[in-house]
């Protein structure tokens, strides 16, 4: 039986299309029903149609189980469907927009590239926070340079919001994410990448309950 956390970004997944090793909606389904505790849909090269039609399929299995979705950076998508949230990027609508349109119930999320980002964020009404990469990517190649373990606690000491460390996570490396102060970790390759992402699911899962 899947154990309960506190936190909802506890094991936050990012869905991502263009890097799905198999079927997108089996994989969904394979996490959600494995450990995941929030899930994000990323998809750069759809149509607003094909982002639209999947975002809706995704949200019929999430919302089953009591898993909150997440619309990267679409607030418009993100309405249109009824997803729980939004997931934002300096570069896209602000989170005050964000916040009077979505109104107060809607999640969202930002990945703030600044300190002044970062303790101005949960005031300008964000959620919860994306910091990094902790740890690098190859899913997200305007990310920026790795910042590492040392870099991202500093930061994450910037502000009181909810923090997801995000950024080359998998099970080995996954205590160390939450050492440095993340409520949760944000991971894409680790599932989709892997050719059984139900097992890959519960071994983060395994390896975030294993922590003290």
């Avoid at 990027?89 to 300190?115: C, F, M, N």
């Avoid at 790795?146 to 930061?155: D, K």
Wanted: with cysteine; charged share 15%.
């Amino acid at each position: 039986m899947i154990q309960p956390v506190s936190s909802p970004y506890h094991l936050y997944l990012v869905l991502d299309p263009d890097h799905v090793v198999g079927d997108v909606m089996q994989t969904a389904l394979d996490a959600f029903d494995n450990g995941v505790t929030c899930a994000q849909l990323r998809w750069k090269t759809a149509t607003d149609r094909q982002l639209v039609d999947l975002a809706g399929a995704v949200l019929s299995l999430s919302r089953a189980r009591g898993i909150p979705m997440i619309i990267n950076d679409r607030l418009d998508v993100a309405l249109v469907v009824g997803a729980d949230g939004v997931h934002l990027g300096v570069d896209d609508i602000s989170v005050q927009d964000a916040r009077r349109l979505g109104g107060p119930e809607l999640l969202i999320g930002y990945s703030p590239e600044t300190d002044g980002q970062i303790a101005g964020a949960e005031m300008a009404g964000a959620s919860y926070l994306g910091i990094g990469p902790i740890f690098g990517t190859a899913t997200k190649p305007d990310a920026g340079p790795e910042l590492g373990a040392t870099e991202f606690s500093r930061r994450r000491q910037l502000t009181d919001a909810p923090v997801v460390a995000i950024g080359g996570i998998t099970n080995t490396n996954a205590a160390r994410a939450m050492a440095a102060g993340a409520n949760g970790i944000a991971v894409a390759s680790a599932i989709l990448g892997s050719a059984d992402p139900a097992v890959a699911t519960r071994q983060l899962r395994q390896a975030l309950l294993a922590l003290p």
